[in-house]
């Protein structure tokens, strides 16, 4: 039986452990300690979620304030045999009311094609689709927001 804890902090470093084995999980690539770094001295507003099963982390969310009403939600993911149980559905729900108790009104998000369960739960949850851009290599970067 599962035994699920959401441990949230406002310093992801506090979690780096954590952050960087489930970010080589869920996307079977190794995780940037620079491109984290850069963002990290960028923007100063920070949530990252971390769900545990008793003490393994076995999802996570990571985002942060790009400005003073707008958060957005960087990277996320759940472990391929936790996924279809509602976590990211928890994650989400949970980071909207932490972006809504700061004062944040919008919350903002990214996705590709290769992503598809991502961008059917972002549609589901009320996200709309707000903009594309070219990613790397040319690859369409979807955007989607929701009004808080
Ligand atoms: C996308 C992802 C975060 C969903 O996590 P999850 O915990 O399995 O999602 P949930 O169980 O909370 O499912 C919520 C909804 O997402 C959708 N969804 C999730 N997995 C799905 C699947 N395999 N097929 C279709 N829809 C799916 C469903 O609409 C589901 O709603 P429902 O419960 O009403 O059926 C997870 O599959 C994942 O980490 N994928 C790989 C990494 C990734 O895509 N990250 C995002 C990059 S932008």
Redesign the pocket.
């Known amino acids: 039986m599962n035994e699920l804890t959401a441990v949230y902090s406002q310093e992801p470093e506090t979690q780096m452990q954590a952050l960087k084995e489930l970010y080589e999980k869920?996307?079977d690539t190794r995780w940037d300690q620079r491109i984290f770094q850069e963002k990290r001295v960028t923007f100063d507003r920070w949530l990252c979620q971390i769900m545990y099963n008793y003490d393994q982390p076995v999802?996570f969310k990571l985002g942060y304030f790009f400005d003073k009403d707008t958060f957005r939600s960087w990277?996320?993911?759940?472990i391929p045999e936790?996924?279809?149980?509602?976590?990211?559905?928890?994650l989400i729900r949970d980071q909207e009311r932490w972006v809504r108790e700061q004062g944040g009104k919008i919350i903002q998000?990214?996705?590709?094609n290769r992503?598809?369960?991502?961008m059917?739960?972002n549609l589901?949850m009320g996200y709309d689709i707000t903009g594309s851009l070219e990613g790397e290599a040319g690859e369409p970067k979807i955007e989607f927001s929701k009004q808080l």
């Open positions: 869920v996307f999802a990277q996320g993911g759940v936790f996924q279809g149980q509602g976590i990211a559905k928890i998000t990214r996705s590709f992503f598809k369960n991502m059917i739960l589901k």
